[in-house]
């Protein structure tokens, strides 16, 4: 299983790549796909490693300490949803229509990606 710190640490530097990819007047198709895949993947092992650490905390916690794990579980899954959704709506053929529509989009989600990652990070790694 990956290591939390290290799955974050990645997200974060593929959110920056984003971030210069949607900075360029026009998009770059190869790299975003390139980009994109590379997210996708790293978030759903994310989200896996997320899911398996709350599971097992809320059965080793004490009771006052398992409403935050709880809320972490629940916002993952409100997370992967957006996500899901994020990339159903802007297809590579609807980022080459609407290039500024998704640079504004993907602001948006990087942010939410941003707030997850510190979440995670404020729930769960004091108990890695």
């Not at 593929?14 to 949607?22: A, F, G, I, P, W």
């Not at 975003?32 to 650490?53: E, F, K, M, N, P």
């Not at 709350?54 to 997370?79: D, G, N, W």
């Amino acid at each position: 299983m990956s290591d939390l710190r290290t799955l974050h640490e990645q997200l974060l530097q593929m959110l920056d790549e984003l971030k210069d990819l949607t900075e360029r007047s026009a998009p770059d198709e190869a790299a975003l796909a390139a980009l994109r895949y590379r997210l996708t993947r790293a978030s759903g092992a994310r989200r896996r490693l997320v899911d398996s650490l709350c599971v097992e905390l809320q059965l080793t916690l004490p009771k006052e300490e398992v409403a935050a794990v709880r809320a972490l579980r629940v916002s993952s899954i409100a997370a992967m949803t957006s996500s899901s959704d994020h990339i159903g709506t802007w297809s590579l053929r609807q980022v080459a229509r609407d290039w500024q529509g998704y640079c504004e989009a993907s602001q948006l989600m990087r942010q939410a990606m941003r707030e997850q990652i510190e979440a995670e990070k404020a729930t769960l790694y004091p108990h890695l």
